[in-house]
């Protein structure tokens, strides 16, 4: 490992992040990301600082269903301190459902919903960042988790996007109606649902809802590349804590410099081809763990973070090809002896995006969704097929 100096930056006079009990003394959290943000991944981030680390977003039909998966999903290591659990749900009585059950069982030490959620398949039904236009709906469902969560004193928090499009903005409704129902804290992606992952994030708009919410914490999140970005957001808008997801896909170590950066230490992560050719084979060690010893899931599973571990680093297309295509742990040891590890960090070119992008998109809808902010019969039978066959955000 190398550790590299940039140029000094004073201690952030942030406090920790307080969400409920619970005291995060980094205020970083790991954003939940579905196929991402499991066990093994987790595990890989905490190790190099502090901060909330949030498993993948589980639906609360398949939790309450108790879908193997679901459970997988929601499982925590032993040494996990904050058992941290995001429910997708449309529901307000199956999301209820969902709380009592990681209640009553001791399966979380927080919750968070997620109204953040773009992906047509979800948002045609509702779903995600389509669900605060409905303000009914929107204050049923987060009233009922916070009731089901505080019988056992455990924080709810929600996380949502700026709104449908420009026209349609939702954020400073739903962030006073959930501060209003007594969530713990909100966080606010600066993005729309129509801008999807394009464009930039808005960062003023996290500055407005952080006015707009004096009395609880509100997390900033998006195009947090680097340490020295999470810096810029906290002093730019305001809040109380950053919440990171793409810029750590394939650095872990990003949790170390955020932590640094946050203390006003000047030491950064920047490692050669060697400790990153260690690190992947670690990762997928521990995915083979998370997925029950089953290798051939785990691998195909780890194939995704190649082109993020490798971005910048002199690798070269044919073995990098066949990284992004390993079909075993033994093939993978064999690719990366393959590498010239005594490779130097290269600098700026293994920094910056990653991972999701794309271009803006009209919000695919239920019908009739925008000319009310109430639900109307129809919608409101339909709302519960929005639960069925979800992943990802
Ligand atoms: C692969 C992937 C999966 C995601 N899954 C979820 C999810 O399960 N729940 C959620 O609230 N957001 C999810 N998101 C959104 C992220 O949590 C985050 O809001 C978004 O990526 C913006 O932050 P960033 O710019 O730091 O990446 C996902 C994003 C990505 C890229």
Redesign the pocket.
């Known amino acids: 490992m190398t550790v590299v100096a940039t140029p000094p930056s004073p201690k952030l006079e942030l406090p920790p992040l307080q969400l409920g009990s619970i005291t995060v003394d980094t205020p970083v959290i790991l ?7 499991n066990s093994a991944f987790r595990r890989l981030c905490r190790e190099y600082g502090g901060g909330l680390y ?1 498993a ?2 589980v639906t609360s039909r398949a939790l309450v269903e108790r879908t193997p998966e679901s459970l997988r999903i929601i499982s925590h290591d032993d040494d996990e301190k904050v058992r941290s659990v ?1 429910l ?1 749900g449309v529901d307000p009585v199956t999301v209820g459902q969902g709380v009592r059950m990681l209640v009553e069982e001791d399966r979380a030490d927080h919750i ?1 919903l ?4 773009p992906v047509p398949k979800v948002t045609r039904r509702g779903g ?1 960042s389509a669900l605060p236009w409905k303000i009914d709906l929107f204050t049923s469902i987060v009233q009922t988790a916070v009731k089901e969560a505080s019988k056992g004193g455990i924080p709810l928090t929600i ?1 949502m ?1 700026k709104g449908i499009d420009d026209d349609h903005l939702t954020y400073l409704d739903a962030g006073r109606i959930a501060r209003d129902s007594g969530v713990a804290a909100v ?1 606010l ?1 600066g ?1 729309t649902a129509a801008q999807f ?1 394009s464009g930039k ?1 808005d960062w003023s708009a996290i500055a407005r809802l952080r006015e707009a919410l004096p009395d609880i914490p509100v997390l900033g ?5 680097s340490a020295e970005d999470a810096v810029r957001m906290v002093r730019e808008t305001g809040i109380d804590g950053v ?7 394939g650095r872990p170590w990003l949790f170390g410099d955020l932590q640094s950066a946050f203390e006003g230490s000047e030491k950064r992560h920047r490692p050669g081809l060697r400790e990153v050719a260690d690190g992947v084979y670690r990762h997928a060690e521990l995915m083979i763990e998370t997925f029950g010893n089953d290798e051939y899931k785990a691998l195909r599973e780890i194939r995704k973070h190649m082109a993020w571990y490798f971005k910048g680093y002199s690798v070269g297309g044919e073995l990098r090809a066949k990284l992004a295509t390993v079909p075993t742990l033994e093939v993978l040891r064999e690719l990366l002896a393959e590498l010239d590890t005594d490779l130097p960090y290269p600098g700026i070119d293994s920094e910056g995006p990653r ?2 992008a794309g271009t803006p998109k009209k919000p695919a809808l239920p019908k009739d969704w925008l000319l009310s902010r109430q639900m109307d019969a129809e919608q409101t039978r339909d709302i519960t097929a929005a639960e069925l066959d979800v ?3």
């Open positions: 954003a939940p990301m579905a196929g991402i943000t949030v993948e977003m995001q997708y968070d997620n109204f953040g959620c995600g996380k996007r966080a992606h993005r992952y994030a999140n998006g195009d947090i590349w919440v990171v997801g793409r810029g750590c896909q991972g999701r992943s990802g955000g």
